[in-house]
């Protein structure tokens, strides 16, 4: 099967150029395709932009175990509208991922409900570390230094040593300092109001652990990747990455602030929390310097009635993968950003922390994850257009400009015209770590 794109604007590892990119089968074949070409299935993309497939590499998709807020099938669906044709899911599911066998169940549980690729990280326990060694098939290690429930909550620094000196795989972590936030709930009688969640969950415990995490990655020399920063004071901690630190911003710590609670209360409550408009602002411009390399939504949906309760009983997270490239489109719209840093954001540097093979880029032999946008098309999120399973967004009634129109995966059209095929399968993405990481470029950007 062969499907030509014609006249699109594409962007390619060194610019955008308006050309034909040749698919053939699951794979890009040509990016510079001949007039004279021929294939099975031809797409006048004129006026569009073509961009390699998002991958958005932190989501919490609830399955197996919390299934009524979203599963693997309704999270791929809302990948597939929103043009991520690749996600690397958390292991805080009900069991948790923290065996090699628990990883095997999860791949095989996707390969039979997801619509686009996948991936499962293996989650850090203060005891697991034989586990943690004994796969490839994940992008890494996740530990979660505050913010989670059971055995997946290590914060003791003899584990965490442990972890960061006798195991192989890039890590990553949550990095919210469990002493400081119940200090802070203590002090706050446990919170009253949604705006409490980020007066318990403030700066001073993001920067201790984000300290404390990158202190170890440096002494241990590990690859390491801090995920969700939202604070302005984090910036200087991973700015000096010496060639190991990678980090990531989220949208709603980009778009949303303190001042957003009066409005939308518990639908921004997020672990960690949202900040004030100086942190927004001090975010922007790490991603814009290069302190921050990666762009991914920490997708974790909530029913509305569970969202609902009264603080402290709502829970945090919410929905964001149906909606992440329409608001980073958005942005750059506004100027705030180029498409060409979107495309380095959520499609290349997600590839290249995670050593994923043949991903991320447009180009002859990589894989054929695609996804066409309208830079200029308008549009207004409804709750009631949303896919995710929970069926809501904290974006409802706001208008933005930049829509993902059409989606390939390995090849084939999962998402257009509006409709989704439910019934596409995607592949499970492979990693080789012998790859690098984000600071061993595989060609020129």
């Not at 209360?265 to 408009?277: F, T």
Request: glycine share 6%; hydrophobic share 40%; charged share 25%.
């Amino acid at each position: 099967m062969r499907t030509l794109i014609r006249n699109a604007h594409c962007v390619l590892p060194d610019g955008t150029q308006k050309t034909d990119v040749l698919i053939e089968d699951n794979t890009i074949l040509d990016v510079a395709a001949s007039k004279a070409t021929q294939a099975d299935d031809i797409v006048d993309a004129s006026g569009f932009h073509l961009l390699p497939g998002v991958i958005d590499d932190q989501v919490h998709f609830r399955d197996p175990g919390l299934t009524h807020k979203e599963d693997l099938h309704t999270g791929s669906l809302a990948c597939a509208k929103g043009g991520v044709t690749t996600f690397l899911e958390m292991p805080n599911t009900k069991p948790a991922t923290i065996t090699r066998a628990a990883l095997a169940d999860k791949l095989e549980l996707a390969a039979s409900k997801c619509v686009v690729n996948y991936g499962f990280y293996i989650g850090a326990t203060p005891d697991n570390i034989a586990e943690l060694n004994k796969t490839d098939r994940t992008p890494g290690i996740k530990i979660f230094i505050g913010s989670s429930t059971g055995n997946l909550l290590v914060d003791e620094q003899e584990a965490l040593e442990r972890i960061f000196a006798e195991t192989t795989l890039p890590i990553c972590a949550h990095c919210e300092d469990e002493a400081t936030v119940r200090a802070n709930a203590e002090r706050l009688h446990g919170g009253s109001e949604y705006a409490d969640h980020s007066k318990i969950r403030d700066h001073k415990a993001a920067v201790i652990a984000t300290q404390r995490a990158v202190d170890l990655a440096r002494r241990h020399n590990h690859r390491f990747h801090v995920l969700h920063v939202s604070t302005a004071d984090e910036l200087p901690i991973i700015a000096d990455h010496g060639d190991i630190l990678t980090a990531e911003a989220c949208p709603h710590h980009l778009l949303f602030n303190v001042e957003d609670y009066k409005r939308l209360g518990s639908l921004v409550q997020m672990n960690p929390s949202i900040k004030s408009p100086v942190d927004n602002a001090a975010l922007w411009r790490g991603l814009n310097d290069g302190q921050i390399q990666v762009i991914a939504t920490d997708h974790a949906p909530h029913t509305l009635e569970e969202k609902n309760q009264p603080y402290p009983q709502s829970p945090s997270g919410l929905p964001a993968v149906e909606n992440s490239l329409a608001l980073m489109l958005n942005a750059v719209n506004e100027s705030r950003c180029t498409l060409e840093q979107v495309v380095g954001w959520m499609c290349d540097a997600p590839a290249r922390v995670w050593d994923i093979v043949n991903k991320g880029r447009i180009a002859e032999g990589y894989d054929a994850d695609l996804v066409l946008v309208n830079l200029r098309k308008r549009h207004t999120i409804r709750n009631k257009d949303q896919v995710t399973k929970c069926g809501w967004t904290p974006w409802d009634g706001e208008t933005f400009t930049g829509l993902p129109v059409r989606t390939w995966v390995m090849g084939k059209t999962v998402f257009a015209d509006g409709k989704i095929d439910a019934k596409h399968r995607g592949t499970e993405a492979r990693f080789d770590h012998a790859l690098g990481g984000y600071w061993v470029t595989p060609e020129p950007l």
